[in-house]
C-alpha cells in the first residue's frame, strides 16, 4: 500500500523533526543563550515574572506588601501549584463575597481612601506576581508603621520597583509585589516577634499536609 | 490613549508582517528554489525518497483528502497511546499515571483538529513527554494540514481545467520544513529571552515569604509555546495558559505572541492576491478581516473598561473588570488578545473569558460562532472566509440576475451546495449538543456559575454554549469554570465535544477540498464588465455583510438567553 507507508514515514520523520530536533535545538540553545530564564531560576531575582508569596490569609502579615487574591491551588497528588483563575462570573454571588471580605480586610488595616479593583480581584493565573502602583500606594502607611520605617522610606522602595508601560504603550504600569517585598526584608529584616510567627506557620503548614483543592 | 496606540501598532505590523511572509509561502507552495531550500532542500528530498512520495506526481481532490484523513487517523492514534501509556514513558517528573481513557480521547481529538480544548489541567494530567511529543506533534501537524487545504482552494481558483490541486506529502513536508520549523526555533528562543522557561528538570521549589514551600511545575514550554500560537492551536501548557507568568512573562512578549497567532493567517491573504494574481483581492479580503476585528476590539475594550457594577458596589473605586486578568496586561492588552485568540482558532488565553463581563464575553462566543474567520486559524481562516465569498459573490449575482463568477470562474450548484453544507454542520454541531448538554444530568453537573441555590443562571446557559461553540469552531478557548472532565461524569463532555470537533474540522475539510476540486475543473475565463468586481469596497462592504448576517441570524436566539439576558440583570 503506498498509501500506507507515505502516511507512516512522513508522521515518523515529521515526528524525529517537530518533537525530537526542535525541541532539543530549542533547549541547547536556551541553555547557552538564557540559562537562567530558561531553568526559571530567576524566581525571587530581578526580571522575575513569577510570585512567591502565597499567604493563605495575607492579612496575618502586616509587614509585607499584600499581593492580588489568587485562584491557584495545591494539587494534593503532586504538590505542585495548580494555576488557575476564579472563573467567577460577574453575578456568581461568591465574587460579590469576596470583594466585600478583601474590602473589609483593608479598611481593618486602616486603609481609607479608594480601594483599587485589581487588589480585591483573583488574577487569571492565580500566579500574578504584579500590582498596580495605587494598589501598593494605599498599603504603605501600614508597611511603615510595621516595620518602623518612614513612609517616605517605603515610598522610595516602591519608585524603585515601579515599571512603566513597556515602550510606552505595551501593558499596564505595575510593582513586582514579590520584589519589593525582598526588597523590604533587605532594608530593615522584619521584627524577631514576626520572624517567630513565621516559623511556627511554617511549621503548621507543612504539618497539615495536602491543603484542600478548589475546583479548577 | 495607550489602548489606541496599542492597537494601531498591532495591525501596523501585522501587514509588515504578513506581506513578506505571504509571498515567501508563495514562492515555498510553488516549489520554487528559495534560500532556505537550498539549504534544506537535502532533507525535503531524503524524506520523499523513504516515503516513496514522487514530488510531480499531484493529487485530485478525493486522493488529497484521503491522505490528509490518513495523516490525521494516524497521528491521532499516536497521541492516544502516548496519553494512555505517559506512565511508562520516561520524562515524567512528578510520576503521573496514564490519562484517563476518556480524556485521552478526548485530548487526542482536541489536537489532532487544531481545536487544542482542554479538558485536563497541564500541570495535574500530564507528563513532559506527553507535552512535547503527544501534544507539540499535533501543534505543528494540524497547522501543517490546515494551510495545505487553504492551498489547494486557492490552487484551485487559480488553476484552469485541471484535475489535480497538489500533492498533499509535498506541501505539508514544505510547510514544516520551511515555515513553521524556522520561525518557531528563533521564536521559541525570543521567548526565552522574555523568561519563558524551557527546561526538562522537575518542579521549582522555593520558601515563599511566609516561610511556606512553593512548588511550580516547569517543562520545556517555550519549544510548545512558540508552535501553539504561530499554529494558533492555543493549548496551554500549564492551566492558566498564557496568562501563567511562565508562560507570558510580560506586555512584549505578549504583544509578540498576538502577532505571531494572526501572522500566518494574515500573510495567507497576501499569498492569495498571489496565487490568483490579483493582490488586490488579497487586500479585499484582508480588510474585511480587519473591519470585524475592530468592530470586536473596540466592544471587548469597552465593556470590560466599562467593568461589573457589583464591583464597585463591593467597595472597589471603579468597576473596570480585572477580575480574571493580569496586571501586566490590564483591559486593553486583555481585550485585544481576546479578540485575537478567538477570532483565530488559537484559543490561547491570557485573561479568562468566563469572567469577563457579559457583553465582554459575547464578543469570542461570536467571533467563534462567524467562522473563525476574522484571519482565523492557520489555513482554516483563509479557506473559511473563501466559502463566504462565494456565498458573496453568488448572492451578488443573485441580486444583480447575472451568473455568479469568482475570479473568472462560474459558480454553479455544486458550490454552492458544498458551501451551505460548510456554513450549516456548525450551526446544527453547535446548537444541538448545547441543547444535549442542558438537557442532561451529565451535561448540566459541569455548570459552574449558577444562580443562588444552585438554580439556572444564564451565565451557566453561556458556559455550555461557550464550550460547544469552542469545539465546533476548533478554538480550544473555554468559560473555563465548566467541568468538561470528571470522575463522576467522564464520558458525556469528552465524547460530546469530541463529536463536535471532528464534525467541526473534517467534513468541513472534505467540503472545501470538493469545492477546490470543482473549481479546478473549470475554464478561466477573463473577467468581462459583466463580472462582479472582488476587489473594490462594495465587495468588502458584501463580504461583511453576509457574513455578520448568516452569524447575526443563526446565533441570536442562543446568545439572547445567555450573555444579552445576563447583561440586562447585571445593569438594571
Redesign the interface.
Known amino acids: 500500500m503506498?498509501?500506507?507507508?507515505?502516511?507512516?514515514?512522513?508522521?515518523l520523520?515529521?515526528?524525529i523533526?517537530?518533537?525530537g530536533i526542535?525541541?532539543g535545538?530549542?533547549?541547547a540553545?536556551?541553555r547557552v543563550?538564557?540559562p537562567k530564564?530558561?531553568?526559571?531560576?530567576?524566581?525571587?531575582q530581578k526580571?522575575?515574572?513569577?510570585?512567591?508569596?502565597?499567604?493563605?490569609d495575607p492579612t496575618q502579615?502586616p509587614e509585607?506588601f499584600w499581593g492580588?487574591p489568587s485562584g491557584?491551588s495545591?494539587?494534593p497528588?503532586?504538590?505542585?501549584?495548580?494555576?488557575?483563575?476564579?472563573?467567577?462570573?460577574?453575578?456568581?454571588?461568591a465574587?460579590?463575597d469576596e470583594?466585600?471580605a478583601r474590602?473589609?480586610a483593608l479598611?481593618d488595616s486602616g486603609v481609607t481612601g479608594?480601594?483599587?479593583?485589581?487588589l480585591?480581584?483573583?488574577?487569571?493565573?492565580?500566579?500574578?506576581?504584579?500590582?498596580?502602583p495605587e494598589a501598593v500606594g494605599i498599603q504603605i502607611p501600614r508597611i511603615a508603621k510595621a516595620r518602623g520605617m518612614s513612609e517616605a522610606e517605603v515610598q522610595g522602595l516602591v519608585a524603585q520597583h515601579t515599571e512603566g508601560?513597556?515602550?510606552?504603550?505595551?501593558?499596564?504600569p505595575?510593582v513586582n509585589v514579590?520584589l519589593l517585598?525582598?526588597a523590604l526584608?533587605a532594608r530593615k529584616p522584619a521584627s524577631p516577634s514576626f520572624a517567630k510567627a513565621?516559623?511556627e506557620?511554617?511549621a503548621s503548614?507543612?504539618a497539615s499536609a495536602a491543603p484542600s483543592s478548589s475546583?479548577? | 490613549m495607550r489602548v489606541f496606540v496599542l492597537d494601531l501598532v498591532f495591525f501596523a505590523v501585522l501587514v509588515l508582517v504578513a506581506v513578506p511572509l505571504g509571498r515567501f509561502m508563495t514562492r515555498v507552495f510553488a516549489g520554487e528554489n528559495h534560500t532556505s531550500r537550498k539549504i534544506l532542500g537535502i532533507l525535503e528530498r531524503g524524506i520523499y525518497r523513504a516515503a516513496g512520495v514522487e514530488q510531480d506526481k499531484e493529487h485530485t481532490w478525493r486522493a488529497y483528502a484521503g491522505a490528509m484523513l490518513a495523516f490525521s487517523l494516524l497521528t491521532q492514534l499516536v497521541t492516544y497511546a502516548v496519553l494512555r501509556l505517559q506512565h511508562k514513558l520516561p520524562f515524567n517528573p512528578t510520576k503521573l499515571d496514564a490519562v484517563a481513557p476518556w480524556l485521552a480521547f478526548n485530548t487526542s481529538v482536541s489536537f489532532t483538529t487544531n481545536t487544542n480544548w482542554q479538558s485536563y489541567g497541564g500541570e495535574t494530567t500530564l507528563s513532559y513527554a506527553s507535552q512535547a511529543v503527544g501534544l507539540t506533534s499535533h501543534n505543528f501537524f494540524s497547522a501543517g494540514v490546515g494551510m495545505c487545504v487553504a492551498i489547494a482552494l486557492i490552487r484551485g481558483l487559480a488553476r484552469s481545467q485541471r484535475d489535480t490541486l497538489g500533492n498533499f506529502w509535498v506541501d505539508l513536508v514544505r510547510v514544516h520544513l520551511y515555515v513553521l520549523l524556522p520561525i518557531c526555533l528563533f521564536y521559541a528562543l525570543f521567548l526565552v529571552s522574555q523568561g519563558v522557561i524551557q527546561t526538562w528538570e522537575g518542579p521549582a521549589s522555593w520558601a515563599a515569604l511566609d516561610g511556606s514551600t512553593q512548588s511550580v511545575l516547569r517543562g520545556p514550554v517555550a519549544s510548545q509555546e512558540a508552535i501553539k500560537m504561530l499554529g494558533t492551536n492555543g493549548g496551554g501548557y500549564f492551566n492558566a495558559n498564557s496568562a501563567h507568568p511562565w508562560e507570558n512573562p510580560t506586555p512584549l512578549s505578549n504583544f509578540v505572541q498576538m502577532l505571531s497567532i494572526w501572522a500566518i493567517p494574515a500573510a495567507l491573504c497576501v499569498t492569495l492576491g498571489d496565487m490568483v494574481k490579483s493582490p488586490k483581492h488579497g487586500w479585499a479580503v484582508f480588510g474585511a478581516m480587519t473591519f470585524i476585528a475592530v468592530l470586536g476590539i473596540v466592544a471587548a475594550t469597552w465593556f470590560e473598561t466599562k467593568g461589573n457594577p457589583v464591583l464597585a458596589r463591593a467597595g472597589a473605586a471603579v468597576a473596570t473588570n480585572l477580575e480574571g486578568k493580569e496586571v501586566r496586561f490590564g483591559v486593553p492588552d486583555s481585550a485585544l488578545f481576546t479578540v485575537v485568540t478567538t477570532g483565530a482558532s488559537c484559543g490561547a488565553v491570557n485573561a479568562m473569558h468566563d469572567s469577563y463581563t457579559p457583553l465582554g464575553g459575547l464578543v469570542p462566543l461570536l467571533n467563534m460562532q462567524l467562522g473563525e474567520i476574522v484571519f482565523g486559524g492557520v489555513g482554516a481562516g483563509m479557506y473559511g472566509i473563501l466559502v463566504y465569498v462565494i456565498l458573496a459573490v453568488f448572492l451578488a449575482g443573485l441580486m444583480v440576475g447575472r451568473t455568479p463568477e469568482y475570479l473568472g470562474k462560474k459558480i454553479d450548484s455544486r458550490d454552492v451546495r458544498f458551501a451551505s453544507i460548510y456554513v450549516l454542520i456548525p450551526a446544527f454541531s453547535i446548537l444541538l449538543f448545547t441543547a444535549a448538554g442542558l438537557l442532561t444530568e451529565a451535561g448540566r453537573s459541569g455548570i459552574m456559575n449558577a444562580g443562588p441555590d444552585g438554580a439556572p443562571h444564564p451565565h451557566g446557559f453561556s458556559e455550555v454554549l461557550y464550550a460547544y461553540t469552542s469545539a465546533t469552531a476548533n478554538n480550544g478557548s473555554a468559560f473555563a469554570g465548566l467541568t468538561a472532565f470528571s470522575t463522576q461524569h467522564p464520558v458525556f463532555y469528552s465524547l460530546t465535544l469530541g463529536l463536535a470537533m471532528h464534525v467541526g474540522r473534517f467534513p468541513l475539510i472534505i467540503a472545501v477540498l470538493a469545492i477546490a476540486g470543482n473549481m479546478a475543473k473549470k475554464k478561466l475565463v477573463p473577467a468581462g464588465a459583466g463580472s462582479f468586481p472582488v476587489d473594490n469596497t462594495l465587495f468588502v462592504g458584501l463580504l461583511v455583510g453576509v457574513i455578520l448576517i448568516v452569524g447575526a441570524l443563526t446565533f441570536f436566539p442562543a446568545l439572547a438567553i445567555g450573555p444579552i439576558v445576563e447583561h440586562i440583570q447585571m445593569t438594571r
Open positions: 503506498k498509501l500506507l507507508r507515505q502516511t507512516f514515514v512522513v508522521t520523520l515529521l515526528l523533526l517537530c518533537c526542535y525541541p535545538l530549542v533547549t540553545g536556551a543563550l538564557f530564564q530558561a531553568s526559571g531560576s530567576l524566581v525571587g526580571g522575575s515574572a513569577l510570585i512567591g508569596q502565597t499567604f493563605g502579615w509585607y492580588r491557584a495545591v494539587d497528588a503532586t504538590g505542585v501549584t495548580y494555576s488557575s483563575g476564579s472563573n467567577y462570573g460577574p453575578l456568581q454571588g465574587l460579590k470583594v466585600e474590602v473589609k479598611r479608594p480601594i483599587p479593583v485589581d480585591v480581584t483573583k488574577s487569571a493565573s492565580g500566579l500574578d506576581p504584579h500590582l498596580s508601560s513597556t515602550l510606552g504603550f505595551l501593558g499596564e505595575r514579590l517585598n525582598l526584608d513565621r516559623a506557620a511554617a503548614a507543612s475546583a479548577p
